[in-house]
């Protein structure tokens, strides 16, 4: 799977679906904020850092997918599940990165300029997020072999 910018979806995508994800974001959202308020603030960060619109997101994606490929009189099933498979992936892998973000600035903000601590904490989240996406990626390749033109494998449809 290619990653790129395909600004189409915007298009595709009605009013209710963002209605549906900022409903969802909002929830998960007000439920930290309640854990917050009963354990702490401490323990009730944590769930600040779930990406709020993934489980809406995911089932999006994956209903966008489905659509698409029996628009085109195929089963869609499988690909749809791949899709929102994908993009869950995607967010776990970002998550490494922004808790690398995280740690940076815990460690340097207390004795440093906030400004050059910031920028650093961007750039370890860009390396991280983007080492740990080409890693995965490199892994993936591996499990394919190419004979007589014909990729061969282990992966589904």
Request: aromatic share 10%.
């Amino acid at each position: 799977m290619l990653v790129a910018i395909n600004t189409s979806g915007l298009k595709q995508t009605r009013w209710y679906e963002f209605a549906t994800r900022f409903a969802l974001g909002g929830l998960v959202t007000a439920g930290a904020a309640q854990i917050t308020d009963k354990l702490g603030p401490s323990f009730g960060g944590l769930f600040l850092a779930f990406p709020a619109i993934l489980a809406a997101s995911v089932t999006l994606v994956e209903k966008h997918e489905r659509e698409g490929k029996e628009k085109k009189g195929l089963h869609g099933v499988i690909r749809g599940g791949q899709a929102a498979a994908a993009d869950a992936a995607g967010a776990a892998m970002g998550s490494l990165g922004l808790v690398s973000f995280a740690c940076f600035v815990a460690i340097f903000i207390p004795n440093h300029n906030p400004a050059l601590v910031i920028v650093g904490a961007t750039v370890v989240w860009a390396l991280v997020s983007s080492g740990v996406w080409f890693a995965r990626k490199k892994k993936l390749c591996r499990r394919f072999r190419f004979k007589t033109g014909k990729l061969s494998g282990t992966a589904g449809p």
